[in-house]
């Protein structure tokens, strides 16, 4: 496959979201120090997402896909998101994290569905990461994210941010 493949911008996507939320994971954890109870479980989830920017990089390179344009602008945005967040303390750090994760949940399940059985490598590798996205998602929800200042307003300002970023990065 080479850049003008199918999966091209899918990767692209992919590689940016998980740049993005380990950016996030920075700036929460540059907030929240590491002697928090929250960090642990932040720190766990960063490495996790270190792993899969990781691996969208090597598949990039393999495959000849460019990264987004708009990676400066997501390391600035994400790092300020997870600061902010986690300024307002713990429990919205990890309403960041539900709101992020139902959309990346959703955003892999789509790709997965539009793959079928024509890339299994790359199937396979979204898949596994969307579980840990998933337990992201469920670890944050235990840790009381439900019950940050304003969730519902929280967390919609997130989706909403999240969907707008899969629609930009997938093509610029």
Known sequence: M???????SMIRVDQAGEFGAKR????????????????RSIA????????????FDRIMAERG???TA????????????GAATAAIGPEAAMACTVAIET?????YR???REIGDSDTELAEMI???????VEHRDTALAAGAEQAPAYPLISAAIRLGCRAAIALSKRI
Do not use: C, K
Not at 2 to 8: D, E, I, R
Not at 70 to 81: I, Q, S, T, Y
């Open 127 to 133: 898949e596994e990461f969307r579980q840990e996205e």
């Open 70 to 81: 708009l990676r400066p602008f997501w390391e600035v945005a994400g790092f300020a998101l």
């Open 103 to 107: 959309e990346i949940d959703n955003h």
């Open 2 to 8: 080479t850049g003008n493949s199918p999966f091209a």
């Open 44 to 55: 766990h989830m960063a490495e996790q997402e270190a792993r899969h920017l990781d691996a």
């Open 24 to 39: 996030i994971y920075a700036g929460q954890l540059a907030i929240l120090g590491n002697r928090h109870p929250a960090s």
């Open 65 to 67: 896909v460019r990264p």
């Open 110 to 112: 789509e790709q997965l």
